[in-house]
């Protein structure tokens, strides 16, 4: 079914009357898909799928339970519900618990798109058959991926708390090869809306890259001045924030830390062009009222009692400003041990950009590496922020502002902090995945040994 908030409503509160615990919060969440996949130039599966889940908590005493159940009949959400209140008293008492919240002011935020809703199998087609004949025209191998969806949320408790919203999302993404299999280029992009995802565009976009990629040539690893693609930079900055919460802070496990105690909130961090916010409400973006997720400290913001139904409010949220540290996300426990406002992490990352292009950035370059985008990123001193991972999909060396040829993929070992602090010049701001980003030039980018990834 499609829910509305009366259907929503009606849901939640049936399920809340089964509850005799103190503290009962009632989490649906609907989530409706359709997609295309292709490879080796072929669609291999086009389909669509509907899914339910209910999350039931129960709370009191310190303690907490969770079952999420996808039956809608009226016997099995109250068995949901006792399960869930013989799990919290079975729990250990949390030391960290936090009780839900009352009723809570989420904003408006317009992330639905009809077109997004209306799109199936034959709205999907257009732009799979732009990269088959655009890979087929230049003798490329295509593969690929179109796909969107609708999520319905809810979240209620007994304190009165109310919360709905339906969200959109469409993306679309395609890597195509040469037939000696040493070229390969990618392009992707995602959007609220089904209509922005200019398909054929990026078919044309990967298939030049694939051609302009093949038979590279090796070079030694090093420090290298780079221009990273916006999805390259969305690559990294995924990584950030997770030494962006006062509470990594205050103990001393981030980089905005210092030794001995303190931090440098308030600080100029990275270089002066560089600002870094939350905005739900930006247009580009699949925002949401309230910061999704419901684990500890950073991820949900709920406190350790965890819980949809305790979520704060997404909000606007300048962290880095002019390279200055503004703010960093405070969770609701955290924020009550220590006399802090509690300011979740809204998501909806936006790094703004300056003007032009890539392309731009190329022409300023006296010799560097232009990156398409990272892959098989993993951590290795989450203190810092430092990371290793592949150049995929398109290296090229830049020499005196224009692209000389493509070279061997490298591995990098380095950390989205450096890169910030050693951004030189940015282009304009646009989509890159789940992230609003430019393309960037930044010097010192550390590869560290030659890849065999193409």
């Known amino acids: ?174 890597t195509m090869r040469t037939a000696d299999g040493t070229g390969s280029g990618w392009a992707g992009f995602e959007s609220p809306r089904f209509g922005d995802v200019r398909a054929a565009d990026l078919a044309a976009r990967a298939a030049k890259k694939a051609q302009a990629s093949a038979s590279p040539k090796e070079l030694p690893p090093g420090a290298y001045t780079v221009i990273l693609e916006p999805r390259a930079v969305a690559d990294l900055l995924g990584s950030l924030f997770s030494s962006l919460s006062r509470r990594t802070v205050d103990e001393g ?25 939350s905005d739900p409400f930006d247009p580009r973006l699949a925002g949401r ?40 996300p405070v969770d609701r426990y955290w924020a009550a041990r220590n006399g802090l406002e509690a300011l979740p992490f809204s998501g909806s990352v936006v790094l703004e950009g300056g003007s032009g292009t890539v392309d731009e950035l190329v022409r300023g370059t006296e010799r560097g590496l232009l990156v398409t985008h990272f892959f098989y990123i993993r951590s290795v001193n989450p203190l810092n922020v430092q990371l290793t991972g592949l150049t995929r999909d398109g290296l090229w060396l830049v020499e005196k502002g224009k692209i000389v040829g493509p070279v061997r993929n490298f591995r990098f070992n380095d950390s989205p902090v450096n890169v910030l602090r050693n951004v030189e010049a940015m282009s304009a701001s646009e989509p890159a995945g789940t992230m609003v980003t430019p393309a960037i030039r930044a010097r010192d980018f550390k590869f560290t040994s030659k890849s065999d990834a193409v």
């Open 253 to 277: 496990r981030s980089f905005l830390s210092k030794p001995g105690g303190g931090n440098r909130i308030g600080e100029q961090v990275f270089a002066p062009i560089v600002t870094l916010r």
């Open 289 to 328: 009222p309230w910061v999704s997720g419901s684990g500890r400290a950073f991820a949900g913001f709920g406190g350790s009692g965890g819980g949809a139904a305790s979520e704060l409010p997404s909000r606007r949220t300048t962290w880095v400003e002019k390279g200055v540290v503004k703010a960093v």
């Open 1 to 174: 079914m499609s829910w509305t908030k009366s259907d929503a409503k009606k849901l939640s509160d049936q399920i809340l009357s089964f509850s005799k615990a103190p503290e009962c919060e009632v989490a649906l969440s609907e989530t409706s898909l359709t997609h295309t996949r292709f490879a080796e130039n072929e669609i291999t599966t086009s389909g669509a799928a509907r899914d339910l889940s209910i999350t039931i908590t129960s709370r009191g005493a310190g303690k907490r339970g969770s079952v999420r159940v996808n039956d809608l009949d009226a016997e099995a959400l109250r068995k949901a519900v006792a399960l869930s209140e013989e799990l919290m008293r079975s729990a250990t008492p949390d030391p960290e618990f936090m009780e839900g919240l009352g009723p809570q002011a989420y904003p408006e935020v317009p992330s639905f798109h009809e077109d997004t809703a209306r799109a199936g199998a034959l709205e999907h087609r257009p732009g799979v058959k732009a990269a088959l004949d655009e890979a087929r025209a230049r003798r490329l191998t295509a593969s690929g991926f179109s796909e969107t969806g609708v999520t319905t949320s809810a979240i209620t408790n007994k304190k009165g708390n109310v919360g709905f919203h339906v969200g959109s999302t469409a993306s679309y993404s395609t």
